[in-house]
């Protein structure tokens, strides 16, 4: 399985000369059709003729599924050149919302599209960004200065030059490829208003609106030494929004000019033109820092590439295999944010805090306890849910039994980071003296060991035969 | 006087392994007898017999308190097998607590037993929290990141593997003294939501809750390769509480096991067994930094132990001498937070931001004064009292005439901190020209001079003859 | 032009030994009058006999402008001896104040006289506060740990020891100057509450009162070794207030034992009496960074003076001249905080925050536009005024067509900044494709660039023929 000819290829894309976000580049060549043969051709057992019919059946699906896609665009009116713009997808994610309102509203750590805000949608491509981390709760407080983005283009489709008040540098982006979305996550840390941050258009005319437009004309004519019919015209033009489409012409030359080749069909690159090798980082040069049948780990740090020093963050991809898991673990001082590119699952995590805030809202004077009580944290993945596993926090992912489940991670505050597992191999409590595993469990140290040594595997394992049911929080 | 041998020993868990929070341990034999008997042996102008009859009283006086102490717990229903706790001591401070709300609210650099929280409370020990620094006022914000914690075990106490979602490891400790109480002092920073924290239990069952508990059956028997039944009996059988008595075998091969010797009787280690010589900091083994008859400082910083320099930290002990003060001084960068260990006394602090905010409450629109207004801050220390001082405010520390008064002290904003000496050697006031003297005091330079030289000592003075009153805040 | 025998010196007040508040000093020998006579030596094209005629009118101007102030001070039955406080311009401020409310309350990133706290007015001098920076607005919370503070005092001046609880070291002040008012801008950041700080007075006694005075007699007698009355008639002498007049011998006796020399009159220096070289740094001694004839940029960072770095600050002075403007230009990562030190003009920036935030008070459901609404903030600038241009902001600042703009800037955040032109030389769109040209405006790549390339000149160009009209906002 060649993950960088294949469906993925994640690259950090950082310029040595201006700053830069984290942002992360999935191109997916028809991202479902792509993924969903390639579940047949990997699924275990499956005989040849089976991975005909099921590969069949894929094509079957994408098809009636950009019939409605559609049919859905023109009931909406939307579709037509330049500047009329659909929220179809937006309005089918507040559907969904309402009815998982309250899902969310107890488990601040999980986010699906509700949560996200539609700040461009344009013919050829949108860009959502994820609610500040801290708005449902102050348990995410920590990592308030963060914020997740998602941008999506269809092919040849150009973004606009942008720059953030967040740290990132000055972008346009072209998707040079013909028939693939090009999909970007990115990690943005703001640098003036925590959480807060905007887009800023320079070039650019009605929509998007230039910032130029903000200033007296009398400023500008003076600063452009250029009188204002020149200036009025020249940011008025621009009304198509500000996603569009580049023609072929534009899209060879511009590809020219720079010479990023390479099968992925990918081309985002600061306008500089700064040199690839410095500039970003491919995640898939490096061997899996953990890899086996359930699952593969792929991970950049400071010794990698050390913009992520900067920002205090690891970047990684996991790929766990379909009826896999990954974890439990914790990690010592890291928050990570991860972010699903592919797949379906659901994630368990073991949280102390909320039970607690809700205890105080009902205090009923109770004697304290000797210990917290941990409830479960769940939520079910699929693309573009993301979730958080705060430091400390035990956690584990679990992918569907039909399709393996892919990860984008960033651990934020990684510095001195540990990861604690706590099953399989190195699992913390295997390591305590045999007295205090007696002491802790209240039972013979040889019963601890005998279960807290049987799962043999690191990080990655078989994943469980039912599916539990996750789907609302238990009390634990 | 060896510090080392007598009641106290401070040292820095601290592991070049696992990341580790700050925590200080203090064994006292039994500690109020031991340091009582040290008072009457060290009384000055006291004859041979006046020590003996002197250390009768003090054997009487813990006898006696025993006594009471035995009875309330019968009374209170407490003191059965496993799992049946006692709240005695927090309905003491509460009671307590009322009756000096008012001063409390008044000084929120002051914090004594009605401020903390009772985390765990066994049999075999107790873990107590102070309530975050920025709860009663915004003043403190710039510490709101860090919490003080005690935890005090009976002997051959053994407290349950528990991690943190603060900057600290893993970690279980045994009591391994037979005779002797644990008192151990941390100070945390929190990771994730500034100022919360709570613990987290691999090991244990019912009580305390393991986290395990909080995943699906089917997760974690696919994690462990387990059947449920096995792990129900695992994760079922612990309920006497987190802090637990172990047998003298247990302790005797947990002991042989690390090789941890040492008269002290203190063998709190993170599980992993790292080397003492790295992991942890003896702050005796250092000369005091200053020493005079009438107190004794010592100081750990960045160069001593460098995990102190991530922390951005100074850990320091004093030992003021009874009837002796240690400054006023201040600090130009760090704020300093003083925990009581042992002895009486109080402080005393002058803050213009506590006047300033009732000036504006009750505003009359006054005309501005040239120089703000300083108020005192004070408080009555006895053992388990907490003080701040923030950086630049004036602060002295004065011992009862009764006990040496024995404060463990962390210096938070470390780096680059001056201690600035306001009388005695080195003042301040001394170091101006002539003419500044002149100008501030409006009096003769040699008249100021003679009055800021007069004191020759360093840091610890002599103290008042006469106890100053300061139960109340007087409005300066 | 010889900036630093002429009107200004800046230097940076720092301690190599004490940490230390950026400070910064400007003499200005009677500062209108000096300013006024150099505008009309520089003024372009104009004869001799008409500069003449212009510093004639200087002085009739300023004459008449002491008569009125004279005037209003005996009328407001100030000026007497010691201790009678005027607040005269804190009235003048409060009168302007009110009519301008409105303007300040939709820019919170502009701030005028009132916005500022008086803490000190006497006969000899003034210390005012600039308000905390996001107490306006959430916008500005990023730099919520800094303050902007300024000093003024009258010749032969002394400021009280002083010490503060921000990032500062102890330190008093004597302009030593006969004839010169000495200005200092502070730039302070705190250290134990984020954005509150206040002044402590050791020495001092009813007015400044001394920090000691809150101190119990018994302890004071014990720390000083002092009877009481001596303590009383040392701290209750000085009742001249915090900033009182030097006698000649005094200023002379202080000058001989530092041998500050120069003509700058100016010697504000930590008591301590450090070497200059390490503890101040002189901004014009380096070559500007940026010079052509419509201004001039100096600027101090990390490798000229290694202090800046624990501040993350470069400083900078920029004189623009009259008639001219500084930018269009954004900062990557930095907020620029800056002071007008001299002159009168406007600024213009462009920010999408506050339009959105009031499209969200008024929320109208509206569809999401591909693109946010930048709207103008500007304010009139004159001596004294503060805007601050947070990072990605573009900003421009405008010379009046009278006097030369003077502004001293600080930018915090300056690690890896990067200044964006946006105009002139390098701007930013003039270094795109020719296709993201086309493709941003939707005009033909070579009318794009016949725009963008017309301006040749850098960071500084020729302002506009017409005052534009920015005394309210436009919505843009």
Partial sequence: MDLKGRVLVVCLLLSAFFLSAFAVAVTLEDPELKQCKHQCKHQRGFEEWQKQQCERKCEDYIKQKREQEEQRRRWEGGGGEGGSFYIREREEFEGRGQQQQQQGDENPYFFEDQHFETRVQTEEGRVQVLQKFNERSDLLRGIENFRVGFLVTEPHAFVSPTHLDADCTPFYILNRDENERLHIVELLKTVSTPGEYEAFHSAGGQDPESFFKAFSPEVLQAAFKTDRNKLDRLFGQQRRGSIVRASKEQVQRMSQQHGHGGSEGIWPLPFHGGESSKDSFNLFKKHPSQENKFGRLFEADFKDFKQLQEFDLLVSFANITRGAMEGPFFNSRATKISVVLDGEGHFEMACPHVAKQRQQSGRSQQRQKSSPTYQKMSG???????????????????????????????????????????????????????????????????????????????????GPNEQPQHGLMHES
């Avoid at 979730?387 to 991670?409: D, E, M, Y």
């Avoid at 540990?418 to 019963?447: M, T």
Wanted: glycine share 4%; net charge negative; aromatic share 10%.
């Fill in 380 to 462: 079910d993945l699929r693309r573009g849910a993301v979730f958080v596993a705060p430091a400390g926090h035990p956690v584990t992912t679990i992918a569907s039994r039909n399709n393996n489940l892919q990860l984008l991670c960033f651990e934020v505050n990684a510095r001195d980071n540990i990861r604690f597992p706590l099953v399989g191999k190195n699992n913390v409590v295997s390591q305590f003296d045999r007295q205090a595993k007696e002491l802790s469990f209240n039972v013979p140290a040889s019963e601890v060991e005998s279960i807290f040594n049987n799962q043999k595997d690191e990080l990655f394992f078989e």
